[in-house]
């Protein structure tokens, strides 16, 4: 979700307006999504590295999460939507932390639909992650070394029950994953679309996934002609 500053800065605003309009293009998607049946949509809300902003901008996001959190929560409750995190969240503030883990608690029974929020997330740090569980594992004697391979990989990974996605949607014309799920998007269709993400709404939503339907998913094979 790019473009949330370059939007405000446009427009004589200052960047935390950008972020509140990007949460109400959250909000659209989040509905547009349940109206095409998709049934799992991860956000890149606050990567590892985005501390390194402005801590007046950081604080203002820190507090923009649990109002959405909130806001947004009867969307997930009248859907059947599990919330989801991914990410080193016990790094995010304490009051942050806790609205989240509340809504994850309140929806946990859910099963249908999940929305992920990638938060405090970077993925070089989950591979990293992943490969010390799977040490301490080794170190217990609980696993054989020789045994590690792709799939126990990712099983060690912060959502390992979730499939890896279809698609992965930039916007703001940024053409870069800026690390975010390396592992996961492998074999994913990269779309790229210009629009700043407080303009991508449903519209802009249902094209970009009509460039994924065009694609040729190959997974490195041939398809037969």
């Not at 975010?180 to 790229?192: K, P």
């Amino acid at each position: 979700m790019d473009g949330n500053g370059r939007w405000a800065k446009e427009r004589g605003l200052p960047r935390r307006k950008g972020h509140e309009e990007g949460g109400q293009s959250i909000r659209a998607i989040m509905q547009a999504g349940l109206k095409l049946g998709i049934d799992i949509l991860t956000f890149y809300a606050f990567s590892s590295e985005n501390w390194k902003r402005p801590e007046e901008e950081v604080r203002g996001l820190m507090a923009l999460l649990p109002r959405m959190l909130s806001k947004h929560e009867n969307i997930l409750h009248d859907n059947g939507t599990r919330l989801r995190a991914i990410g080193r969240i016990e790094g995010l503030p304490d009051h942050a932390r806790k609205e989240l883990d509340r809504v994850m608690a309140a929806t946990e029974s859910y099963t249908d639909r999940h929305l992920v929020l990638a938060l405090n997330y970077g993925s070089r740090t989950e591979l990293a992650d992943a490969a010390q569980r799977l040490a301490r594992q080794v170190q217990a004697g609980e696993l054989d070394p020789e045994s590690i391979d792709e799939e126990a990989l990712a099983g060690a990974l912060y959502a390992p029950d979730l499939p890896d996605p279809d698609v992965m949607i930039r916007t703001s014309g940024e053409q870069r994953l800026s690390n975010f799920l390396l592992w996961q998007l492998s074999y994913a269709e990269f779309v790229f679309v210009p629009e700043y993400w407080p303009d991508f709404r449903e519209e802009a939503f249902v094209r970009a996934l009509q460039q994924y339907e065009q694609r040729d998913r190959r997974y490195g094979g041939v398809n037969p002609c």
